[in-house]
């Protein structure tokens, strides 16, 4: 019975670990988007596909390349936002091959959450 509860109070302290927030970033401006990504680390986006409106589209988009698992670094991305249709963003993207680090981009400054 000891383990069972020793169990059960473990599983309850991990679990909100675990929760992300969760943004509809049309209703949002992009400084608010960038804001929220900044002041949680990492954070869920969705947002209606450019050809197929009624087909909605989300990822975890991030602060910071620390966000992102160590085969992964922080790139550019651009969500829709209320006052902006391109508002740039940063999102967790696979390390390149070792023999071909082309398709890595750093980011620049400006763009640094």
Do not use: H
């Not at 209606?48 to 910071?64: E, F, G, I, M, N």
């Amino acid at each position: 019975m000891k383990k069972v509860l020793i169990a059960l109070v473990a599983l309850g302290t991990a679990s909100p670990a675990a929760a992300i927030s969760r943004y509809n970033t049309p209703g949002m401006t992009c400084e608010s988007i960038r804001n929220a990504l900044r002041s949680e680390g990492a954070a869920v986006l969705r947002y209606p596909s450019a050809r197929k409106p009624d087909l909605t589209l989300y990822d975890r988009y991030v602060r910071s390349s620390s966000q992102c698992s160590v085969d992964q670094f922080a790139d550019r991305a651009y969500v829709p936002a209320k006052d902006n249709p391109r508002c740039p963003v940063l999102q967790c993207k696979p390390l390149p091959d070792p023999e071909n680090p082309w398709p890595m981009r750093l980011v620049p400054p400006n763009l640094r959450l």
